[in-house]
């Protein structure tokens, strides 16, 4: 499904909604309007519209930096990769260059397996990746100090991306709630439905301003769908770090 139909679909039924409200509203409630109809009503309109503004307003930033976590996340792991692969200079040529080779085949893989990642299938080959690096540090043995506190500090920055490897498939496979979705989609329903029963005496105002406001409130709803899902959709993070490191790795063979 594409994201523009899901903004036409957020919006365009909000708006559908309001205007269809607005106009069956007004016939049943004209009969019914007396002095001090919207002195009593917009007391309540306006509390209500400021608890669902909290709770809309709250879920909004809450996704943003969800999505915002996610993709620093992912960045934090490309970027590591680089210092990684660094260390692996001074280590024993043989163990630097069985090093080198595994990590850019974990770096390849992961850009490799991107799609797959998107639709929640497991990277299998850069799991191997990782397996096999951990496999060849066991086997070095440092023969200097200096060669010793470097792989101490290789095991601690390694163990640093593995970590937010997994915290990159937790962020994949989270969404919002569905509690949460019945509570701002339920709101924005009863908020908009609450002007159905304010009163103007001209038709159209009444549906413009309705209509303006279920825009917006459609419009939130889409950047939260959106923002719920990093890795999915037209604010999908992109492999775009990993592929930044491997021009990197390129640059450290040639000894930049």
């Known amino acids: ?27 049943f409630v004209r009969p019914h309007v007396a002095e001090g109809h919207n002195d009593v009503l917009v007391p309540l309109f306006l509390t209500v519209g400021v608890i669902y503004a909290v709770l809309l307003g709250f879920t909004v930033v809450a996704e943003w930096e969800f999505y915002d976590a996610a993709k620093t996340n992912t960045a934090e792991e490309a970027a590591l990769l680089v210092p990684l692969y660094r260390q692996t200079r001074v280590m024993a040529e ?19 397996g991107w799609e797959g990642f998107r639709k929640g299938d497991r990277n299998t080959a850069a799991g191997q990746d990782v397996n096999e690096i951990f496999a060849v540090f066991g086997t070095m043995a440092p023969a200097t100090k200096p060669r010793e ?43 908009i439905g609450f002007t159905f029963l304010l009163f103007m005496e001209r038709t159209w105002p009444h549906v413009l301003g309705v209509s303006l406001m279920a825009a ?11 923002l719920s899902r990093p890795f999915q959709g037209p604010l999908a993070i992109e492999p775009h770090p990993f592929e930044q490191s491997l021009k990197v790795f390129d640059q450290v063979d040639q000894g930049q």
């Open 149 to 191: 506190l470097i792989a101490a500090e290789f095991l601690r920055t390694f163990s640093m991306i593995v970590f937010d490897r997994n915290k990159r498939y937790v962020h994949a496979s989270e969404s919002l709630n569905t509690v949460m979705w019945v509570g701002i989609i339920g709101g924005a329903l009863v908020t």
């Open 216 to 226: 917006l409130i459609g419009l939130l709803l889409f950047i939260v769908a959106m």
């Open 1 to 27: 499904m594409s994201a523009i139909f899901i903004a036409i679909l957020f919006v365009a039924g909000a708006v559908l909604f309001a205007v269809v409200g607005v106009l069956i509203g007004r016939k």
């Open 94 to 112: 043989n163990k630097g260059d069985e090093m080198r080779h595994q990590i850019r085949e974990y770096a390849e893989h992961v850009v490799q």
